[in-house]
């Protein structure tokens, strides 16, 4: 059971827009902290690519965009692409839980 | 650009300790003042942050992994280290090593290691 509420999956078809949502509590995003997002493809290491709710890190397309309000946050992507099948991850601070960093459970996009 | 590197035994014996190593190049692991994280996935699951370590000493672990988690620091090798003991086939994952991206309390994770698959069997 994560910290950080995800979809299991989210599906669209090329050139379509997809969003995935990231659901916290008063104690991690709803107490201001930030949320980050990262890219997870099979056998290779995460790859930043929102950070502080909505900056991109560089070389990261403007197709990808984050947002933050209240308790939750979402990403965006938009003309959506093959190469962007992969597992996502919001990711956050909670001061619940020891000066814990927490991650969501994941969202499997599928590019139909 | 800081790179990371984990190396470690790759096959833990169920009861014994799993320890790994991050090794930081391309910069030095005490500048900046930054935490330096331990994460994991298991087969299958989600991400976990197991715990970091402050380029002083101090660290900050999971709550469900904290009785069995030690992290330790060696600014002069540029490497910081992973010890999680009494291990069950439950711990089986790939270990990523990972850098805040930035010093302040909620940063991010950038970069990351490619990572380290640590499995547990007798």
């Known amino acids: 059971q994560s910290v950080l509420t995800q979809p299991p999956s989210v599906s669209g078809a090329p050139g379509q827009r997809v969003t995935i949502s990231c659901t916290g509590n008063s104690s991690n995003i709803g107490a201001g902290y930030d949320v980050h997002w990262y890219q997870h493809l099979p056998g290779t290491a995460p790859k930043p690519l929102i950070y502080g709710n909505t900056n991109r890190p560089s070389g990261v397309p403007d197709r990808f965009s984050g947002s933050k309000s209240g308790t939750s946050a979402s990403l965006a992507i938009t003309g959506l692409q093959a190469e962007d099948e992969a597992d996502y991850y919001c990711q956050s601070y909670d001061s619940s839980l020891s000066g814990s960093k927490v991650f969501g459970g994941g969202t499997k996009l599928t590019v139909l | 650009q800081v790179q990371l590197q984990e190396s470690g035994p790759g096959l833990v014996k169920p009861s014994q300790t799993l320890s790994l190593t991050c090794t930081v190049s391309g910069g030095s692991i005490s500048s900046g003042r930054y935490f330096w994280s331990w994460i994991r996935q298991p087969a299958g699951k989600g991400l976990e942050w197991i715990g970091r370590?402050?380029?002083?000493?101090?660290?900050n672990y999971n709550p469900s992994l904290k009785s069995r988690v030690t992290l330790s620091i060696d600014t002069s090798k540029n490497q910081f280290s992973l010890n999680l003991s009494s291990v069950t086939a439950a711990d089986t994952a790939v270990y990523y090593c990972a850098k805040d991206r930035a010093n302040m309390i909620g940063s991010s994770f950038d970069p990351w290691g490619q990572g380290t698959l640590v499995t547990v069997s007798s």
């Open positions: 370590i402050y380029t002083s000493g101090s660290t």
